[in-house]
């Protein structure tokens, strides 16, 4: 049973940083390719980022592009976000993902954490 569990997320005021982890169990880790999604207060959840099996290749949302990097630590069996000149607007529960299949670079992923709490003050 794949479990993820997030964690960095907190209080922090715009222009601040923040590194996201999502430490990974019950899975062969680098076999699986991981994302980053989030959820603001009503609104859908829009993916943020991914990450390959290897950690080749990355793919980012337009909106984080220049600000926030994943990578990840096949080692630890973790994935990073890490989140650069926070806005309010990136106000959101940020969630983990995992995926073994090719559809995770269209952002389809089957595995799910429970998110993380990051708050921007203006």
């Known amino acids: 049973q794949v479990q993820l569990v997030e964690s960095g997320g907190g209080l922090v005021q715009a222009g601040d940083s923040l590194r996201l982890s999502c430490a990974a169990s019950?899975?062969?880790?680098?076999?699986?390719?991981m994302g980053w999604f989030r959820q603001a207060p009503g609104k859908e959840r829009e993916f943020v980022a991914s990450i390959s099996w290897t950690g080749v290749r990355t793919y980012y949302a337009d909106f984080v592009k220049g600000r926030f990097t994943i990578f990840r630590d096949n080692a630890k069996n973790t994935v990073y976000l890490r989140m650069n000149s926070l806005q309010p607007e990136d106000t959101a529960v940020y969630y983990c993902a995992a995926e073994d299949g090719a559809a995770w670079a269209r952002g389809d992923f089957r595995s799910w954490g429970q998110g993380t709490q990051v708050t921007v003050s203006s």
């Open positions: 019950g899975l062969t880790f680098s076999s699986y390719a």
